[in-house]
């Protein structure tokens, strides 16, 4: 049933995902929908290649919005794949009935961040965790009793007298989360997908939580995929990493390599986000600008230049970004922002994306002048290398940027990077 | 069987003021009608179509007197007979017409929220175009309807109100099942593989029944008047095949302009009081289970003078 | 057990301070009892003063916050004194305690799309916070000043007109940190400003906070459950258990010397870059309907002694700086002949947990 008979032969992976897209159609506004027009669609995941061995713990880091979540939903068939597949041995639940994807659920699970939203208010603690068997076909009430104690006997929660009747009301966070555990590996699986679990917990009790992960996945033969956006539980917990921006993997690599190298600058943001507690190890830092764009209408070029400390000339510079920046001259204190504001005019329609952007409508010169003053103010700015021409174009200027595509992941070192600061160094594939 | 007894106790202990008098009073007249149903048989003199008794009959319109305390109307019926029996009519109209719309508008709203798409647009649009009509015109339509098969039955007139009501239950369960089915627990029962059905029978259901109770016992109400509605147009059940409040004052209509009381007031209280009594416990059980009305008993905040000893709390 | 902590503030003794919080009590009322949340808590804030309060969740750090606001529940009592700038404001009247409240005293909330209402332009809302405690102010200057806010929360002049949808959620938080900020307010509480945010924003606001001092001279109470903003962020940190500061000083010296085994305890169960092991504090902070006798920390504290489970700490000056309540530290003198004896501890199983 396989389509990519290739790919699925390697016997050493658990999970081969190829070059998986999940797309969503966007809603639109209401007029839109009363015409059934397509409004657009998000690309959650666009083209993600990955590789799961048994036994291992792999690390989906990025922030929200990344794609990391919808991935790892992906795994169990919770969203459907727009394109490409994921190999769980030799089955590609890309492509299984819905029946055949409630049988894999046996060997997948996962395991949510919200260990508050993730217990149905109304079910207590056995029926929770002997649901999962009770769906699988496990009838007989001793049985199902049996496993029941046995999971949440692993997961810590003795004496478990004191917990077959509770309500998730009546648990703390820990607690529930364990129970969202004990559900998780009461049918055995071999995969488990780990959204994030220990985010929503108070500091003193995600260690506890992930020491169990981590004894349960020496006990039970346990793979993992650990969702999450703090590269400090995922550096103690994962054997490897994929870091994620806007639907892509920019770096993926053996975490050791990510840590002690970090070549992507988005990987190299995360580190450098992370509080450290000690203050003498505390250093300043230099921290991306903005926030993770809007997924319907990505960066030109590489998804990450807006924001990166890092950028050159070929990352892919666009009409937006130009408006951040004119946007970002009027933030510094003393600029005549009402004479420029005049001179330039609306900066709206710079947000449609485009590698030509026109502006201004004093005058082609008065423009010109205000984006030299914007130059001179720091001329180091990457932007001014991405730009090709700059000629006067009416009552205004039109800027024009040099065309560049997504950078593709490439090997450097140890690791697979996905920027331009790291072009193909080696032909020879691993 | 004490989860049961507390679960019941629970609206009364968890409620203050106005609230759980309102609740209280509303439960005692509730119970007087519910007692008069139960009992009819033993608690009327006579029965509701009887117009003699040993042999003797019935004064035509007679005055209030010891044999008959509500007097008689012009059939020959007993008064205070034919409302205690009225009460038992009512309360079966109420309680089957309640049971189709819950058996009926329940599972329909939980599809129609979980599935959405076309069967959630053709329902959404029946429902909205029942909810549409004057309740007491539908009522009579359906009843009209129904003529041929169940004719002036209790059965018919239960149908009829069923009708009215059940978009309200529909609608209620929809919308509540549109916002439940986002949560992460019905995410987290697909995970571990659960059928459609299954997540609808054992995850959703029991998050989105909570305000069927108390949308049951306020339409309970409004069906009592539709019910009266019906019957006072003479559409509702017919006076020998059982007593009904509705066409009892219909009938004491006439009576009104010669002086004649007993004969429509009796009835007409009945009405009243029953409304007003499932009002109350409509309105009380709302703001006990409503989370957005209740307010809870809190123990007032006693602070002992500057030092860390024990506490005493004293109940508001 | 009142306490004087006049000579104590470190670092900051020659300015009066701002606040001066003491002996502070808020507890809520419940069906089962009055739940303490904050009992018996003392502190000062000096003008242009960072003060972290870290914490377990369920310690009373946010009641703590918002009781300074008079933002309390139906059913809460306070009591105790806070001296703003000398004035007492537990004891003002509603209507001064209002006037005071966004002009004097401001607050920066979790969650910052509930705060602001979506038919309203950015620019309205300036005009309407500014207009209410300056009634004289007129639209340019209202401009002026909002404008000047904004850019240095580094938000651009041209969003001024802007609805808050159009806003990400970074920015909406810093919006909402502008329109605290916008009249310049001494005192401001920041309960979990970051806490819905993603790392790399979190970050960026913790960098704006920490500029707050030197941009506004304002004084901040940062409420967080995480350790490593308060090192990035704060001058002096309090850490709470259970309803009481169990330990406060400056921020370099308590992490580096932590003195309460809590403090210790936390730190240690943080997870940073730099940790190598796995450390957490078993058992759960206790019910704040009855806490525990003596040291409310005892049940779990994993250096408790006889004296712990039985008298209350007392709060001493700490070594270094600072105040501490904890009997590993002393008195001596206070501490009876067996109470230097390792307790004998219950054993903590997951029923406890949190």
């Given at each position: 049933m396989s389509t990519k008979p290739d790919t699925s032969s390697d016997t050493s992976s658990l999970v081969q995902v190829r070059d998986l897209s999940v797309h969503f159609a966007l809603r639109g506004g209401s007029l839109a929908r009363l015409f059934g027009r397509d409004t657009g669609t998000i690309k959650a995941v666009d083209g993600v290649n990955l590789e799961l061995r048994p036994g291992e713990v792999v690390g989906l880091v990025g922030e929200s919005g990344s794609g990391k979540s919808t991935l790892g939903r992906a795994l169990l068939g919770l969203v459907p794949a727009t394109q490409g597949s994921i190999h769980l041995r030799d089955q590609n639940v890309a492509e299984?009935?819905?029946?055949?994807?409630?049988?894999?659920?046996?060997?997948?699970?996962?395991?949510?961040?919200?260990?508050?939203?993730?217990?149905?208010?109304?079910?207590?603690?056995?029926?929770?965790?002997?649901?999962?068997?009770?769906?699988?076909?496990?009838?007989?009430?001793?049985?199902?009793?049996?496993?029941v104690v046995e999971a949440l006997e692993r997961v810590g929660l003795s004496p478990v007298e004191h917990f077959l009747n509770k309500y998730p009301r009546d648990l703390s966070g820990g607690q529930k989360q364990r129970v969202v555990l004990a559900r998780a590996i009461v049918l055995d699986p071999e995969l488990l997908v780990a959204d994030e679990p220990v985010s929503m917990l108070d500091m003193s009790v995600r260690a506890k939580i992930l020491q169990l992960m981590l004894d349960l996945k020496n006990e039970l033969g346990l793979t993992y995929v650990y969702i999450t956006h703090d590269l400090a539980t995922a550096k103690y917990f994962c054997d490897r990493i994929a870091i994620m921006y806007l639907g892509r993997v920019v770096e993926i690599g053996p975490a050791e390599e990510i840590f002690d190298h970090p070549r992507h600058p988005y990987t190299k943001a995360l580190l450098a986000a992370i509080p450290e507690p000690d203050p003498d190890k505390m250093v300043p830092r230099d921290l991306p600008r903005g926030e993770i764009p809007d997924a319907a209408a990505p960066p030109l070029g590489c998804a990450f230049h807006p924001r990166c400390p890092e950028a050159v000339s070929g990352c892919g510079w666009e009409s937006r970004d130009l408006r951040a920046l004119v946007e970002q001259h009027w933030m510094r204190a003393g600029t005549a922002y009402d004479e420029e504001q005049d001179v330039i005019g609306d900066l709206d329609h710079l947000d449609t994306p485009a590698t030509t952007a026109t502006l201004g409508r004093g005058g082609s010169d008065r423009v010109r002048a205000v984006l030299d003053r914007i130059r001179a103010e720091d001329p180091h700015e990457p932007l001014w290398s991405g730009v090709t021409s700059i000629q006067p174009d009416g009552s205004g200027v039109t800027v024009r940027f040099q065309e560049a595509d997504s950078p593709a992941l490439r090997q450097a070192g140890g690791v697979d990077v996905a920027c331009v600061l790291y072009p193909d160094s080696s032909s020879s594939p691993a | 069987m004490r989860r049961m007894l507390s679960a019941v106790a629970k609206p009364f202990s968890e409620t203050t003021g106005l609230a759980r008098w309102m609740l209280v009073a509303g439960v005692l007249i509730t119970a007087v009608f519910l007692i008069a149903a139960i009992f009819a048989p033993w608690l009327a003199p006579y029965g509701f179509a009887q117009s003699s008794a040993h042999g003797v009959e019935f004064p035509k319109v007679g005055h209030p007197s010891s044999a008959h305390p509500f007097g008689t109307d012009r059939l020959f019926f007993d008064v205070l007979s034919r409302v205690i029996w009225g009460a038992r009519t009512a309360l079966e109209v109420v309680i089957l017409s309640i049971l189709f719309c819950v058996v009926l508008g329940v599972p329909l709203g939980l599809l129609s929220g979980f599935y959405g798409g076309p069967l959630d647009r053709v329902l959404v649009l029946i429902m909205d175009a029942l909810y549409a009509f004057p309740p007491l015109l539908l009522a009579i339509v359906v009843s009209f309807l129904l003529t041929d098969v169940y004719g002036g039955s209790v059965i018919a007139v239960s149908i009829s109100l069923t009708v009215v009501y059940i978009p309200q239950y529909f609608r209620v369960v929809r919308n509540t099942t549109?916002?439940?089915?986002?949560?992460?627990?019905?995410?987290?029962?697909?995970?571990?593989?659960?059928?459609?059905?299954?997540?609808?029978?054992?995850?959703?259901?029991?998050?989105?029944?909570?305000?069927?109770?108390?949308?049951?016992?306020?339409?309970?109400?409004?069906?009592?008047?539709?019910?009266?509605?019906?019957?006072?147009?003479?559409?509702?059940?017919?006076?020998?095949?059982?007593?009904?409040?509705?066409?009892?004052?219909?009938?004491?209509?006439?009576?009104?302009?010669?002086?004649?009381w007993w004969t429509g007031l009796y009835p007409g209280l009945a009405i009243v009081l029953l409304v007003t009594g499932l009002t109350l416990v409509g309105e009380g059980l709302n703001e006990t289970l409503n989370p957005t009305l209740r307010r809870r008993r809190l123990l007032a905040v006693v602070m002992p003078p500057r030092d860390r000893t024990p506490v005493q709390e004293v109940q508001r | 057990m009142s306490i004087d902590l006049t000579d104590e503030v470190v670092g900051f003794s020659a300015q009066e301070p701002v606040i001066s919080a003491r002996d502070v009590r808020v507890w809520y009322g419940t069906t089962k009892g009055a739940i303490r949340a904050v009992d018996g808590v003392s502190f000062d804030l000096a003008p242009g003063e960072t003060l972290g309060l870290v914490g377990e969740s369920g310690c009373g750090k946010s009641t703590l916050g918002r009781g300074l606001m008079g933002l309390l529940p139906e059913g809460a009592k306070r009591d105790g004194e806070v001296l703003f700038r000398g004035r007492d404001i537990f004891s003002l009247s509603p209507k001064a305690a209002y006037q005071l409240r966004g002009r004097e005293l401001g607050m920066i909330f979790q969650e910052p799309l509930t705060r602001l209402n979506p038919l309203m332009r950015i620019s309205q809302h300036f005009e309407e916070t500014i207009k209410q405690h300056e009634p004289d102010l007129s639209k340019d200057e209202i401009r002026n000043r909002a404008l000047e806010v904004l850019r240095l929360m580094g938000i651009p002049p041209t969003r001024y007109r802007s609805y808050p949808h159009e806003f990400s959620g970074g920015m909406r938080q810093r919006l909402m940190i502008a329109l605290t900020l916008v009249l310049r307010p001494a005192f401001v509480v920041a309960d979990e400003p970051t806490t819905a945010l993603d790392v790399l924003v979190e970050a960026q606001i913790v960098q704006i906070l920490n500029d707050l001092r030197r941009n506004f001279q304002t004084s901040l109470l940062l409420i967080t459950h995480n350790v490593g903003i308060v090192a990035e962020a704060c001058d002096r940190v309090a850490v709470m258990y259970a309803g009481r500061i169990v330990e406060q000083g400056s921020v370099a010296d308590v992490f580096k010397n932590p003195q309460h085994p809590y403090t210790r305890e936390l730190l240690r169960s943080t997870i940073s870059l730099t940790t190598t092991g796995l450390n957490y504090i078993p058992g759960a902070p206790p019910d704040l309907i009855d806490p525990p006798d003596g040291c409310r920390f005892h049940p779990r504290c994993p250096d408790a002694m006889n004296v712990c489970a039985a008298k209350d700490p007392v709060n001493i000056a700490r070594p270094g700086g600072g105040r501490v309540e904890c009997w590993l530290v002393g008195p001596e003198e206070e501490i009876p002949s067996a109470g230097r004896q390792a307790l004998e501890q219950e054993e903590l199983t997951v029923v406890d947990e949190a």
């Open positions: 299984l009935s819905r029946r055949r994807l409630r049988e894999i659920r046996q060997v997948v699970q996962m395991v949510f961040q919200d260990p508050n939203a993730a217990l149905n208010p109304s079910m207590q603690v056995e029926e929770a965790v002997g649901d999962a068997l009770r769906v699988h076909g496990v009838r007989s009430t001793t049985e199902r009793r049996t496993r | 549109l916002s439940a089915k986002e949560a992460t627990y019905i995410e987290a029962a697909r995970a571990i593989g659960a059928r459609d059905i299954r997540i609808m029978r054992k995850y959703l259901f029991g998050n989105v029944v909570h305000s069927v109770p108390v949308l049951g016992t306020l339409n309970a109400a409004d069906a009592i008047l539709t019910l009266a509605g019906l019957g006072f147009l003479g559409l509702g059940i017919q006076s020998t095949a059982a007593a009904e409040w509705g066409h009892d004052v219909s009938r004491a209509l006439a009576d009104a302009g010669s002086g004649v | -």
